[in-house]
């Protein structure tokens, strides 16, 4: 059975940081690309970063500079460093798998207050 776990949501200041987690396991194919999606109140699920098996990373433009993804390959787990949180990246984060069909975590919650 696949599961997509995140963990390391939290309550923080504007300016301070996160770091979320994702592991996935019972995936019987390879992952190519592990991403983090963000979903706010009344938003859509948009992509915040992702990185393939290779280690190509990509981000969106609002994070850049602010947010790093990382993977450890060997255990399927992904990373989010998030650093100067803003009130805007309140939402709900995503991790998601990638092989031959997608995996969905249930989600975080991230809420920066201002």
């Known amino acids: 059975q696949v599961q997509v776990v995140e963990s390391g949501g939290g309550l923080v200041q504007a300016g301070g940081s996160l770091r979320l987690s994702c592991a996935a396991s019972?995936?019987?194919?390879?992952?190519?690309?592990m991403g983090w999606y963000r979903q706010g109140p009344g938003k859509q699920r948009d992509l915040v970063a992702s990185?393939?098996?290779?280690?190509?990373?990509n981000y969106a433009d609002s994070v850049k500079g602010r947010f790093t993804i990382s993977r450890d390959g060997a255990k399927n787990t992904i990373y989010l460093q998030m650093n100067s949180l803003r009130p805007e990246d309140t939402a709900v984060y995503y991790c998601n798998a990638v092989t031959w069909t997608t995996y969905w975590g249930q989600g975080t919650q991230v809420t920066v207050s201002s």
């Open positions: 990185i393939t098996l290779g280690g190509s990373t």
């Open positions: 019972g995936v019987a194919f390879r992952i190519n690309t």
